[in-house]
T-cell receptor
Framework: NAGVMQNPRHLVRRRGQEARLRCSPMKGHSHVYWYRQLPEEGLKFMVYLQKENIIDESGMPKERFSAEFPKEGPSILRIQQVVRGDSAAYFC????????????FGPGTRLTVL | GENVEQHPSTLSVQEGDSAVIKCTYSDSASNYFPWYKQELGKGPQLIIDIRSNVGEKKDQRIAVTLNKTAKHFSLHITETQPEDSAVYFCAASLTSSGAGSYQLTFGKGTKLSVIP
């Protein structure tokens, strides 16, 4: 029973490049959340998606960041024209249904912007 | 929006002693409070959670208490072991129907070190 999967685990980009982070939720889970964690900080909510729908993106920066969760395939968090301040660990979490509150996290993608 | 404060930021205990981590939240409407354990280089792992209609919940050596009036909740770990060493995060969420996205608001974490 595989948990939440994220790839890549580590990603290095130069300033101005694009970063694509992937998340496959646990089997049977249709709700996906993305969080960002800066060093020595807690996790900050970015976006909540269901299949083919963005439900809440109130935590996502207005520019350069986008997320999707297509009908088929993993959820994607995309960061365009990365800057050094985007360096962080990005975690994906999934939950099975609306009424179930537990969110289960993946191992994260550690993005380093040079 | 919700704000969660967590104390202490670091905690060292001798193996076998108890550890207590405390959190306060600001939004009285929050009704779900999970605790996560994060080991170095890994994602947060849900270890216990509590809902607002319950005052205390226990799972083996781990217990969580909730005081809704004071808007604070605590994690208690008894008989600590070296493998309990990690960063622990509390979180709060509003989960009723129509509440929105059920996003978790996290505290800044407590680094627990259990000394053998």
């Amino acid at each position: 029973n595989a948990g939440v999967m994220q790839n890549p685990r580590h990603l290095v980009r130069r300033r101005g490049q694009e970063a694509r982070l992937r998340c496959s939720p646990m089997k049977g889970h249709s709700h996906v959340y993305w969080y960002r964690q800066l060093p020595e900080e807690g996790l900050k909510f970015m976006v909540y998606l269901q299949k083919e729908n963005i439900i809440d993106e109130s935590g996502m920066p207005k520019e350069r960041f986008s997320a999707e969760f297509p009908k088929e395939g993993p959820s994607i968090l995309r960061i365009q024209q990365v800057v050094r301040g985007d360096s962080a660990a990005y975690f994906c979490a999934s939950s099975p249904r609306l009424e179930f509150d537990g969110q289960f996290f993946g191992p994260g993608t550690r993005l380093t912007v040079l | 929006g919700e704000n969660v404060e967590q104390h202490p930021s670091t905690l060292s205990v001798q193996e076998g002693d108890s550890a207590v981590i405390k959190c306060t939240y600001s939004d009285s409407a929050s009704n779900y409070f999970p605790w996560y354990k994060q080991e170095l280089g890994k994602g947060p792992q849900l270890i216990i959670d509590i809902r607002s209609n319950v005052g205390e919940k226990k799972d083996q050596r781990i217990a969580v208490t909730l005081n809704k009036t004071a808007k604070h909740f605590s994690l208690h770990i008894t008989e600590t072991q070296p493998e309990d060493s990690a960063v622990y995060f509390c979180a709060a969420s509003l989960t009723s129907s129509g509440a929105g996205s059920y996003q978790l608001t996290f505290g800044k974490g407590t680094k627990l070190s259990v000394i053998p």
